[in-house]
């Protein structure tokens, strides 16, 4: 298994306070990311030694969560700032043939197995909040900002758009977090690439409600950009 993270990984903190039920990923300016022990596993419950999985600074996954490899090529990537509640699964593979004769996997009997569907890498980007026991299967796209409802099914090659509610099975857009103008302005600010020492400085922007006066958010978010672009380059 492969795991690749941000700049500044410094290796699993042993020590941490979270280190009972979480793998804790340690960075050199004293923020962490983690994950549940167990998280990373196979259709046999072990642990792979295939695959690669991908996660950024400051995001977390709870406890029961797990992640499904079934072969070397899935790819799981989570971003920045991303939060996943409870109990939630990437299915990342496992993929039957559904257009031949039988969807059994044949292989297990010396059989030939006719080729399942083909997804591609399930990308988790960055600012997501998923609710407790959602279900992820490969190929999806998350995009930064979306929420996710509790117990909400996303399906293969699926695509959420950026900072939109979505919840049922399969999951379906609700609304958007913000008007089209202050989501453009968010995506432009690429926030999350900056160092969080950075992000403390423009803290008193992120108690600001943003669904407020456009004008005034609009405003308030390009004065926060300007200062971060002052302060240091985005990764």
Not at 106 to 135: A, C, N, R, Y
Not at 136 to 156: D, E, K, P, Y
Not at 216 to 224: F, K, P
């Amino acid at each position: 298994m492969k795991i690749i993270t941000d700049n500044g990984f410094v290796g699993f903190d042993k020590q941490h306070i979270l280190k009972d039920n979480f793998d804790v990923i340690g960075y050199d300016d004293g923020c962490f990311s983690f994950m549940p022990h167990g998280f990373l596993t196979t259709w046999k419950g072990g642990t792979p030694n295939f695959g690669t999985f991908h996660i950024g600074k400051c995001s977390g996954i709870g406890l029961g969560s797990e992640c499904k490899y079934d072969s070397d090529q899935p790819i799981l990537k989570i971003g920045r700032f991303v939060s996943i509640g409870q109990r939630c699964r990437f299915i990342l593979s496992g993929q039957h043939p559904v257009d031949y004769i039988s969807t059994s996997m044949l292989s297990f009997w010396d059989m030939q197995q006719p080729p399942g569907k083909i997804v591609g890498d399930t990308v988790v980007e960055h600012d997501i909040w998923m609710g407790d026991e959602v279900m992820v299967l490969g190929g999806a796209r998350i995009c930064t900002g979306a929420v996710i409802g509790a117990r909400s099914l996303i399906t293969h090659n699926q695509v959420l758009e950026p900072y939109g509610f979505y919840a049922g099975s399969p999951a379906s857009l609700k609304r958007f977090r913000f008007k089209d103008s202050v989501i453009r302005a968010l995506l432009e600010s690429e926030w999350w690439k900056y160092d969080v020492k950075h992000l403390k400085q423009v803290q008193q922007y992120f108690s600001m409600n943003l669904n407020g006066d456009t004008g005034h958010v609009l405003e308030a978010l390009g004065q926060m950009s300007q200062i971060l672009k002052s302060l240091q380059t985005p990764l």
